[in-house]
Structure formats: structure tokens, C-alpha cells
């Protein structure tokens, strides 16, 4: 399920990097913390879609495989967005900003948690093709708690 969602999620990304630069236009790479997290994002996407297309790839003698590439998108991403969001609380210096940060502080280590365990392939992770109902199940359970919590905090805030 994970490499599956892999290459459209990279796309994704890669269309929202190219839709960013496309608003605001070159100039914003002038900034060494925008240009890292651009970076950041078009390298999420190179990983994931390379990770999802390759089963592995040979590098030198050996062969890197496909969960490698994911699970360091995972890591890369979620360095670039909690970059990202505070540098926008040291700037803006609001609670709200403090505290969007510390939310995504929080998701970006657990993203990031999730990345490891899948560059490793962990028991921790289900790699395979069909998994299980029941980790179907409790996966939908967690995106649906995220999506609440997050309307919580935007209605809050």
C-alpha cells in the first residue's frame, strides 16, 4: 500500500514545488531556509516516485531498494515542513505560529519515525501488497483522529 501511494503522492509534491515557485516566482531561492525547503520538497518527490517505480537501485556493487527510498522521503519531508513552520513562528513570533509549530514538530517526528521504520523495513510497518483489514482499519481510524484534531486546532486557533 505504501509504494503504491508512493509515485502519486511524490507527484503531488513535485506539482505543488513547481505551483509555489510558479506564485512567487524564482526570487524566493534568494532565502537559504525557502530555497532547503523547496529543495527539500522536490527531493521528497524524486525519492518517493524513484522508490515506488524501482524495485531497487544499483548503486556501486550494491543494491538499494525501493523501501530505502520511501521511508528517507518520509525524513526529508518532514525536516523541510517543520523547517518550514518555525521559521514561520521565529518570524512572526505569534502563539498560534508557536503553537502550528509545535504541532507540526510533533507530526514531522512521527513522520519521520515512520520513514526509519520503513527505510529498515520494521515490523513496525506493513510493506506488503494487501494488508491486512485490520491495519486497513486502524489506519483509517488514525488519518480520521489527524483530520479532527487538525479542524480542532484551525478552529481554535
Known amino acids: 500500500m505504501i509504494r503504491r501511494l508512493a509515485s502519486v503522492a511524490g ?32 527531493l521528497t518527490s524524486v525519492l518517493w516516485i ?4 524501482a524495485d531497487s537501485v544499483s548503486i556501486g556493487r550494491g543494491a538499494v531498494p525501493w523501501n530505502v527510498f520511501v521511508g528517507a522521503g ?7 515542513v517543520v523547517l518550514l513552520t518555525v521559521r514561520s513562528a521565529i518570524a512572526t513570533g505569534t502563539e498560534s505560529a508557536w503553537l502550528i509549530a509545535a504541532a507540526m514538530l510533533a507530526g514531522g517526528t512521527s513522520l519521520s519515525w515512520q520513514g526509519v521504520q520503513i527505510a ?3 515490523r513496525h510497518v506493513d510493506l506488503e501488497a494487501t494488508p491486512s483489514s485490520g491495519r486497513v482499519l486502524a489506519v483509517a481510524l488514525l488519518v480520521a483522529g489527524a483530520f479532527g484534531v487538525g479542524l480542532l486546532a484551525g478552529t481554535v486557533v
Open 11 to 42: 507527484a503531488v509534491i513535485l506539482v505543488f514545488a513547481g505551483g509555489l515557485l510558479a506564485v512567487v516566482g524564482r526570487d524566493v531561492l534568494i532565502d537559504p531556509v525557502t530555497a532547503t525547503v523547496v529543495v527539500g520538497l522536490v
Open 50 to 53: 524513484t522508490g515506488s517505480l
Open 74 to 80: 518520509n525524513v526529508v519531508l518532514s525536516v523541510a
Open 120 to 122: 529498515v523495513d520494521s
